[in-house]
């Protein structure tokens, strides 16, 4: 059932990704730069807007940190001139100017500061709007000063209106918002199979689910619509998040990976690469000046290393026959394409998107999904096994604490759960005998003697409120509860030679049984063990014996506190805690005779048996 779930979960899922990716891919109309160019940082407004479309404007700007990054889009078309926002991919600089140049010269600019641009949720992107533009227009320049992430140049572009007004918009928040939820469902699972299978990489898989949704809820914007953040503040969160997510996915595919499908020295350079992945992201995030020649470029090249430890450590995983790493490759495929496409466009310019936002939800929920999926596989297995293990441990148990021949328990039994019994009732205690049983065995065979024995044992194990145990060979033992144990035991006795007669027509000899007992109440010896109670109920099977067999001799064990002299004359009598061995005029059946041990009786000539 479990499995069927987690399927159902994963192609939801996948199929919301598609549609949340069509969405954010069907964008309204937009106009993207016509090239690119970057100047020095002392540059004017007024000689950059002279350049023009020099020879120095093309599709890249190189290195834009600490200059100024200038993208140029046309104005000359008719449609063009409908546009009234800016739009860029957030990321940290000191101002953008956006100057219009109409026909004749003329010059329009606005500038903003980072605290100035409107964050747009569902995106982590920033709309501001553009100076006022007329059919007289025939360019417009976005000028990024100190620019530290080459994507808020390079991803520049036009809109007509507010995308946040769209409906499109809100359909494209509610489908993320459905998404994000779906996410954390893994997360409820993974506790629940906690409780019953505690396996640590169970609990990392509800953290790196939870990692992951916190980049979508970072990443798609939605986090605007609950926190008033700063474009410095969301582009940290952003990047200390996917550091996050990288070292908790090391430590929990270290835990996924079965312990023999994985080279010893590879789990630890997993977890380095894990733990480099999370420093480079904060030393990323804080956005020191020494770096700010690399800009975003920094992160990417940074976290390569860890791609390639995350690939060798899969490889290596599919090569030992891990069947937990297949799932983990077809889910990580997407998220690593997502990665790859925005790693190689730091490096060679393919003049897309270097976020790649649709395929990176499409990643991170993928991943989640069919990642899930395996997790629910290997809890599943592990259960199956340990299910196993405990029915083969119980099976043992049995073995050990069960007579093969009659079904009852041993006395091993009762020696580990005496003190539990007597604490629940047992207080009374037969120790049953067969007389004469040898030469059953030796006139009718043991196969004969065998079938008595179990009979023996069915009537024994009939009583309802005793639990019947074989002490070895032709001696049983009956733990009774109930204050008419001593008759129900005599009921018992009688009932065996008639049982065996009946259900072993073939053996000629009557089968009868002596049977001591002995009824400690717990009060009255509250920290008795089995040794004392049985050692002084065999004594009383040897007196059933000596006095001629066929019948059962029983006592009561009784204490009384030492009385004073008011309470000899009152009579009174209160019982008392005391050992049992201290024990002594039990109460006995009148006319009954007792021995002291089995060696006493043989040296009186009694022969017992």
Known sequence: MGRVVYFALAFAALLLAVAASNLLASDERSWAPTCFATYAATTSTGEMLRTGQSSQCGQNIGRSANKIAVARFDLASTSAQEANYL?????????????????????????????????????PLFLS????????????????????????????????SDPTRSKQHVQTMLLLAILLGMMLIP?????????????PFLLWHAALSLAFASMVFLRSGLVIEFVDLS??????????????????????????????????????????????GFIASVIHALGLDILAPLGGQFH???????????????ADAYRRGSRAIRFQIVGWVPLLMAYSVQAVTYV?????????????????????????????????????????????????????ERDPLTGLHNRRAIDAKFEELHAAGYEAFALVDLDHFKPVNDTAGHLVGDEVLKVVARVLDSDAESLALRMGGEEFLLAMRGKDAPARAEKIRNAIPIRVAQEIP?????????????????????MANFSDIYSRVD??????????????????????????????????????????????????????????????????GIKLG
């Open 231 to 276: 474009i410095a503040s969301w582009r940290q969160l952003l990047i200390i998040s996917l550091g996050a997510a990288i070292m908790v996915a090391a430590l929990f595919t270290n835990a996924f990976i079965e312990g023999n499908r994985l080279d010893s020295r590879l789990r630890r350079v997993l977890l380095a690469a894990g733990l480099w």
């Open 506 to 526: 073939e053996l000629e000899q009557f089968v009868t049984a002596s049977v001591g007992l002995l009824v400690a109440p717990r009060k009255a010896v509250p």
């Open 187 to 199: 997360v409820v699972f993974d506790l629940a199979f906690w409780s019953a299978l505690r396996s």
């Open 300 to 314: 990417t090249y940074a976290l390569l290393p860890v791609l390639a430890a995350f690939i060798w450590v899969m």
């Open 87 to 123: 739009q860029s991919s957030i990321g940290l600089f000191e101002s953008l100017e956006l100057a219009v140049i109409d026909i004749d010269g003329s010059i329009r600019s606005v500038r903003y500061t980072q605290a100035d641009v409107q964050l747009i949720p569902g995106a």
């Open 348 to 400: 060679v310019p393919l003049g897309i998107s270097t976020e790649a936002l649709p395929l990176f939800y499409i990643g991170v929920l993928s991943e989640t999904a069919i990642t899930a999926l395996g997790v629910a596989d290997r809890f599943f297995r592990l259960r199956r096994e340990r299910d196993q293990a405990l029915l083969q441990a119980e099976a043992l148990e049995q073995l050990s």
């Open 129 to 160: 709007p553009l100076p006022e533009i007329t059919p007289a227009s025939r360019q417009l320049v976005a000028s990024f000063t100190g620019a530290r992430h080459d994507a808020s140049v390079l991803q520049a572009k036009l809109l007509p």
């Open 539 to 604: 004594m009383l099977l040897y007196e059933a014996k000596a006095q001629g067999r066929n019948r059962m001799v029983s006592e009561k064990l009784q204490a009384f506190d030492r009385r004073t002299g008011i309470e000899l004359r009152k009579g009174e009598r209160r019982q008392k805690e005391i050992p049992l061995e201290l024990l002594g005029h039990p109460e006995r059946r009148k006319g009954e005779r007792r021995l002291g041990d089995r060696r006493t009786a043989e040296r009186r």
